[in-house]
Nanobody, 118 residues
Framework: QVQLVESGGGLVQAGGSLRLSCAAS????????MGWYRQAPGKQRELVAT???????TYIDSVKGRFTISRDNAKNTIDLQMNNLKPEDTAVYYC????????????WGQGTQVTVSS
């Protein structure tokens, strides 16, 4: 079982920055992918960024050049540095960890609110 705990959300003005962190505890297969998803009111949850244990990253187009995902494998943590935030980035951000070992194991954090005012 893996537990994910997020921190770092808050309220910021447009153009500002926030850094989200997620700490994973428990046993996780060494080959895994961690990432951040977000869900705005009335919208479906969407993938924001992912990073593999090897450091390969992916981003949705709307955050490329503004957000940076990173991880510390030794500490089992990932961060999301969010710069030049826009009101449309307002959402609850969720940390996710997944890996395959015979079947898919998929874990979620409780979410942290990010609000960007115009």
């Amino acid at each position: 079982q893996v537990q994910l705990v997020e921190s770092g959300g808050g309220l910021v003005q447009a153009g500002g920055s926030l850094r989200l962190s997620c700490a994973a505890s428990g046993t996780m297969f060494s080959t895994n992918t961690m990432g951040w998803y977000r869900q705005a009111p009335g919208k479906q949850r969407e993938l924001v960024a992912t990073i593999t244990n090897g450091g390969t990253t992916t981003y949705i187009d709307s955050v490329k050049g503004r957000f940076t995902i990173s991880r510390d494998n030794a500490k089992n943590t990932i961060d999301l540095q969010m710069n030049n935030l826009k009101p449309e980035d307002t959402a609850v951000y969720y940390c996710n960890a997944k890996y395959y070992s015979i079947r898919l194991y998929d874990y979620w954090g409780q979410g942290t609110q990010v609000t960007v005012s115009s």
